[in-house]
């Protein structure tokens, strides 16, 4: 929700793209960690090395960019208004169908899952890259948050007051699960067991899939902005990024919490999360007690409207959007602090 209330800001500010905003608005790092891809506000798609070094521009969109994703050696990208684009190997360019009598492409979220892309918007859709062929549409309206889990063949949509699960390629509705409250203030991810992880306000609930069977519940932790994984699985970090606070479930079969003071947007580890500092920006390192790390200075020019940077596969560097010099910045995240 944060990320569709981003790209609406952007187009208030910049209606006509006469001279965009030239942060990046997506990232990805390839599943190497080699490189990173970044789209930008002015629809420009860019190439770096984990350096930080600007490789060279890879294409040119005519809208802010909505998405992108690694096919091997390929970069595929997706525009607002529903240009699809893979680039830098076997290249080619499709747009998305609105379907009959419906307004034009609006993309506003992407989800990708090896050759499967889904696009949430006024055309809600799952596409067959492989194909270059949409698997087909899902009923609207939706309220966002479409997910493809990327070890099983499901997808979910969060709609209103419920979350919706599909079987694919097929696109047969398996489950629907009510929310306890309006699906705009819910997130929901896929657990690497198959489960269907909802967070509201009120309760934290894993679901079994394809049943749509409730498996357990835990009490409600609050508003949230960030809702993150560690990698092990096992732990869950709810941060409400506005007050600052995060409560940490150390085991997601237990009640067990941790509550942590900060803006907190990720896991660098199993043992350490990542933090926001306002003033001064900069990065904190923080253990699973709380206990501070380390800081890394970020300097005054990073963008953080939504997004607070990207952390590359190995989660040794995070990719920050800046607002001056080339849009991106490589910060080191393990090692001696560095100021920018």
């Known amino acids: ?108 979220q992407t989800s990708w899952a090896g050759d499967l892309l889904g696009i949430w918007g006024t055309a809600t859709q799952v596409f067959d890259l492989s194909r270059r062929k949409a698997l087909g549409y899902l009923p609207s309206p939706y309220s966002g948050d479409l997910i493809l889990d990327p070890k099983h063949p499901y997808l979910a949509v969060r709609a209103d007051g419920c979350s919706l699960v599909y079987e694919l390629p097929k696109l047969k509705r398996v489950a629907k699960i009510l929310t ?23 309760s934290v609930r894993q679901f079994e899939i394809p049943s749509g069977k409730l498996a357990r519940q835990v009490k409600s932790y609050g508003a949230h902005q960030v809702v993150k994984l560690s990698p092990d699985g096992r732990s869950l970090l709810i941060s409400d990024l506005v007050s600052p606070n995060t409560k940490l479930l150390t085991d997601l079969d237990s009640d067990k919490v941790v509550d942590l003071s900060g803006k907190s947007i990720d896991f660098l580890n199993d043992k350490t999360i990542l933090q926001y500092q306002n003033y001064p920006p900069a ?58």
């Open 180 to 202: 306890n409250e309006d699906g705009n203030s819910s997130e929901h991810l896929f657990l690497p067991d198959g489960k269907l992880l909802i967070v509201d306000s009120n």
């Open 1 to 108: 929700m944060i990320k569709l209330l981003f790209a609406l800001m952007l187009l208030l500010t910049f209606p006509v793209a006469a001279d965009p905003a030239p942060w990046a608005t997506e990232g990805l790092w390839a599943p190497d960690g080699s490189k990173f891809a970044s789209g930008h506000a002015d629809g420009r798609v860019m190439l770096w090395d984990n350096e930080g070094r600007k490789l060279r521009q890879v294409c040119q969109h005519d809208s802010m960019i909505s998405g992108l994703g690694w096919r091997g050696l390929s970069l595929v990208s997706v525009d607002r208004e529903g240009t699809l684009r893979q680039s830098l190997k076997d290249e080619w360019q499709l747009r998305v169908s609105p379907g009959t009598n419906r307004p034009p492409v609006s993309v506003m």
């Open 283 to 340: 990065l904190r390192l923080v253990g699973l007690d709380g206990v501070k790390i380390r800081a890394i200075s970020l300097g005054n020019d990073v963008v953080t409207s939504w997004n607070y940077g990207w952390l590359n596969p190995q989660r040794d560097r995070l990719a920050v959007p800046t607002n001056t010099g080339a849009g991106i910045r490589m910060v080191h995240l393990t090692g001696p602090a560095k100021s920018p």
